[in-house]
């Protein structure tokens, strides 16, 4: 975990890898390029680091991973790994809900931290309900001897919430640490229900790390960031927007509001 008061995470989008119906053939050294390239201009720019996210176009709710689509993973974050300094934190998601492999993943390359969608608690998804098993993948994290690898855990976001309501993001942010959550995230697009949420969070479980997973820009990253541990942060970093390469001034100008916060 950084030192800075205030982490500031970067979203690096892959396009489709290996294992996956929409890959493009050829085009994995592309994507590892890419994806240097992105976390370089977020390191020379001031953040603490960033996410790796497959963007895949379709999942399954499971917690599986095509082998192709794991090794392809594994060679992106090792590239992004070996490009930047030691204190640039390199996080693995691989989506929708592949936290084992992203777990294995984050092992072997020497990440220091995954995101999970779902950790405890089922959730609606544009391919089903996703069915989360905490036991299993705290056994597999121990086996693999990963409890120094941090894991956050989305807990009312735009990638889950709690199937049929009835449960306050500090509820399931309190289900989430037993189940093993190092740190959890939250987001909405409306300013004051984020804030809201990370009140909960915080009223439910307050030594509990809280991110903001998503909907921050240069105009509201003050505010937000007053009230949350960090961020990650993806369109307002991105050439074009969503899916796009990151622009090394728009990270530094995003990272001095933050660190004026400190």
Not at 90 to 103: C, D, E, F
Not at 227 to 235: E, I, K, M, P, R
């Amino acid at each position: 975990m950084s030192d800075n008061a205030k982490r500031v995470l970067g979203m690096i989008h892959l396009q489709p890898l290996p294992g996956t119906p929409f890959h493009e053939p050829g085009s994995l050294d592309r994507i590892i390029k890419t994806a240097v390239r992105s976390a370089k201009a977020l390191e020379n720019g001031g953040a603490d680091g960033c996410l790796v996210q497959t963007v895949d176009r379709v999942y399954s709710v499971e917690d599986e991973s095509d082998p192709a689509r794991t090794a392809a993973m594994a060679l992106v974050v090792a590239a992004v790994v070996d490009a930047t300094g030691p204190c640039f934190e390199t996080g693995v998601q691989i989506m929708r809900n592949a936290a084992s492999a992203s777990l294995a993943v984050a092992a072997v390359t020497g990440a220091e931290f995954v995101r999970v969608g779902a950790l405890v608690g089922e959730t609606r998804s544009h391919q089903g309900v996703v069915r989360p098993d905490p036991l299993a993948l705290a056994t597999y994290r121990k086996i693999i001897d990963a409890t120094d690898i941090e894991l956050v855990a989305d807990v009312d976001t735009m990638h889950y919430s709690w199937l049929g309501g009835g449960k306050t993001p500090g509820e399931v942010a309190k289900a989430a640490r037993a189940a093993g959550a190092d740190a959890v995230a939250v987001s909405d697009p409306d300013e004051e229900t984020a804030l809201r949420k990370i009140a909960s969070v915080r009223a439910a479980a307050p030594d509990l790390p809280v991110l903001l997973a998503g909907h921050t820009d240069h105009g509201n990253a003050a505010r937000l960031l007053c009230a949350a541990d960090g961020a990650f942060v993806g369109s307002c970093l991105e050439s074009g927007g969503w899916g796009g390469e990151i622009d090394e001034r728009r990270v530094s100008e995003y990272t001095a509001i933050v660190r004026s916060l400190s």
